[in-house]
């Protein structure tokens, strides 16, 4: 859906990105350290408003690197 607009389930172009907005204690967050407030990578969701699809991304290159690392 992120890269096609497009829901694989419905086929549905009515797609919504929700962003991190910068959340902190709540959401959709990967933790790469015990210390809350550093290690947080924030996963961007993708919903399609048809049939309630989501898809969960991580968009930095940078923190696909971090969860390399800390969860190889």
């Known amino acids: 859906m992120k890269n096609t ?3 694989p389930k419905c086929g549905s ?17 990967i933790y790469t350290s015990t210390v809350t407030l ?3 990578i924030p996963v961007i ?14 968009e930095n290159s940078s923190e696909l690197r971090k969860i390399q690392e800390n969860f190889r």
Not at 13 to 29: A, K, L
């Open 5 to 7: 607009h497009i829901c």
């Open 13 to 29: 172009h009515e797609i919504v990105r929700v962003p991190d907005n910068g959340r902190y204690s709540s959401g959709n967050n």
């Open 45 to 58: 969701r993708y919903v399609c408003t048809s049939c309630g699809y989501v898809e969960n991304w991580v």
């Open 38 to 40: 550093f290690g947080k």
